[in-house]
């Protein structure tokens, strides 16, 4: 059974940063793809950035440019750094991973932006 467990979730003040880390059971280079999602309050949860298994990424037009998603061999896990951080950017986060027809997802971490 595959676990992730994101870590990284806080505080922060409009413009500050955050790094959110997704630890995997198992390798994360046997996943097919390793995302993270958002999601806030009254809304349904988002695709925020996601990284396949050859090393590409992409990510949500609304955080193109603030936040990266990397993959960090020596931890095992996938990071999120997330810049510029925005109030429209509190939610929680979760991490998830895809290997073939399975789907697996972590317990959430909370990000709130507030000043």
């Known amino acids: 059974q595959v676990q992730l467990v994101e870590s990284g979730g806080d505080l922060v003040q409009p413009g500050g940063s955050l790094r959110l880390s997704c630890a995997a059971s198992?390798?994360?280079?046997?996943?097919?793809?390793v995302s993270w999602y958002r999601q806030a309050p009254g809304k349904e949860r988002e695709l925020v950035a996601s990284?396949?298994?050859?090393?590409?990424?992409n990510y949500a037009d609304s955080v193109k440019g603030r936040f990266t998603i990397s993959r960090d061999s020596a931890k095992n896990a996938v990071h999120l750094q997330m810049d510029s951080l925005k109030f429209e950017d509190t939610a929680v986060y979760y991490c998830n991973a895809k290997r073939f027809a399975f789907n697996y997802w972590g317990q959430g971490t909370q990000v709130t932006v507030s000043s």
């Open positions: 990284i396949i298994s050859g090393g590409s990424t």
């Open positions: 198992g390798s994360i280079f046997s996943f097919n793809a």
